[in-house]
Every structure is written in structure tokens, then in C-alpha cells.
């Protein structure tokens, strides 16, 4: 029997980046693919507790199975291991994200929340993300390195409750010039909810942001980024900042 690989994402089951994950996933064994239904981006690691949740079949092979499911990306990773996966998944993999998760991205993308909860299920797992959010992007620059950090994690393994957060320049692959273990770039949102009117005149507030970031130091993700490699950042859910534990101690204890 194949080792059993468990595919999700935060664009929807029908992504081209998806796709391309699945190509290349099953080069090193089978697949269930449980993905949303639609573009389900930055909702992070929610989950849907108010709600059924519903299931569908799109296709089945003997080495390839897509499911559809209406919640959220780490619903559909929980709903996967508990119900649609015959046996264990060696190997949890979220995207390929159309649009970078880099720096602060981590903390509102879907991909990512997805993969972090694969990680507190104990598997290894890896967020795929390229930094282009068009939905024909090309995704051959991803090919190679996608292909290499799978491969390593399958022979040598993870950290136990460590996601790798993994980010493609949108380059040609000729470009790439290599993986870089980074540390997530100190970076921000800068959000404004702008009014507007509907056509019956009644106002409405749609979100828009620029994303802001002078943390361009060798070492983080974003200087390895826009220097042509790929970043790769060890990613956990606590966020502990360990290093004020005592100092606050002597405040509150």
C-alpha cells in the first residue's frame, strides 16, 4: 500500500495551485484531497461550530480522491483525518495559496491555518504559497522546490507542533536561486473599512489595506523573498513571547 498524503487549501477545490499540489504529491503517494467549495481566504484557523457541516464527492480514482466540504480550511482538515481518510496521512499539505502567507500573512491565512492544525494532530505539514494571486498563475517555478522540501520532510520529519510556512517568489524557475530557513519579517496591515453606497442608496464598508513592511533584513522572509528564494519559516501556535515571562513576573507575581 502507498503512504497516504492529505492535500487542503484556502482558494477551493477547483485552484490551479491545487492542482499543481496534487500533481507533484502524487509522485510520492496517494491522495485525499478535502478542500473548500470556494475561495475561503483569511479566515485563518476558524472552525464552524454554529452549522452542519456538509460533504461532497467531486472525484474518485484509486490514487486520487477530491472532496468538497462548505466549511473552513481547518475544518476541512479535521473533517479529513476523522472521516475521509482510510488510513493515517504520513504528510498534511495545504495550497498551493495563490498570494503570499509571508510575515504577518501567517496569522490571517487559511492555507496556514489549515496546516497548523494538521500539526496539532501530530502529522507533518507544509503551507505551500506563491506570490501571485492571479487565478492562472504560472506555478512551474514551484515545481522543483515544492518536490525537494516534500521529499526531505518525508525521509527526515518535522518537530513535533512545527508547520513549515513555505513561500515561492513569483519568478521563473530558472530565477529561483534557492530555499532560505527565514524568520517571519516584522510587518503590518495597514487596514481602512472604506463606506459606500449601493445602488439603493443604502452605505455598505468593504475592506482594502496596504501591506507594509521595512523588515527587509537578510534573515527574514521577506528579504529572502524579494531576493529571488524561497522562504521557509518554522511556524508554531504559541505565541509566548518567553522572553517577558520573568520580567512580568516581578510585576504580577
Not at 473533517?79 to 509571508?102: D, K, Q
Not at 524568520?183 to 472604506?194: F, G, L, T
Amino acid at each position: 500500500m502507498k503512504p497516504l498524503l492529505l492535500i487542503t487549501n484556502d482558494d477551493g477545490y477547483a485552484s490551479k495551485g491545487l492542482r499543481t499540489l496534487c500533481d507533484i504529491a502524487l509522485e510520492f503517494g496517494d491522495v485525499v484531497v478535502m478542500a473548500p467549495e470556494g475561495n475561503s481566504s483569511c479566515l485563518s484557523h476558524s472552525l464552524t461550530p454554529n452549522r452542519p457541516l456538509r460533504v461532497r464527492t467531486v472525484s474518485e480514482s484509486e490514487r486520487l480522491k477530491i472532496y468538497a466540504c462548505d466549511g473552513t480550511p481547518a475544518d476541512c482538515t479535521k473533517m479529513a483525518l476523522e472521516n475521509f481518510c482510510p488510513t493515517r496521512p504520513v504528510l498534511a499539505l495545504a495550497g498551493i495559496n495563490h498570494g503570499s502567507n509571508s510575515s504577518i500573512n501567517v496569522h490571517y491565512s487559511g492555507t496556514m491555518g489549515a496546516a497548523i492544525e494538521a500539526s496539532l494532530n501530530g502529522l507533518n505539514s507544509i503551507g505551500f504559497s506563491l506570490l501571485s494571486h492571479s487565478a492562472d498563475a504560472d506555478f512551474g517555478g514551484c515545481i522543483e522546490p515544492v518536490r525537494n522540501i516534500i521529499a526531505d520532510v518525508l525521509q527526515n520529519g518535522l518537530p513535533v507542533g512545527i508547520a513549515l510556512n513555505v513561500n515561492i517568489p513569483y519568478i521563473p524557475a530558472s530565477e529561483i536561486k534557492g530555499l532560505k530557513v527565514c524568520r517571519a519579517a516584522q510587518s503590518n496591515w495597514h487596514d481602512s473599512y472604506q463606506q459606500r453606497i449601493d445602488p439603493v442608496g443604502r452605505p455598505y464598508w468593504w475592506l482594502t489595506g496596504k501591506f507594509v513592511c521595512d523588515d527587509l533584513q537578510p534573515g527574514s522572509d521577506e528579504w529572502a523573498l524579494r531576493n529571488g528564494y524561497v522562504s521557509i519559516v518554522p511556524t508554531c501556535t504559541d505565541f509566548t513571547h518567553h522572553s517577558s515571562i520573568q520580567q512580568l513576573s516581578r510585576r504580577y507575581e
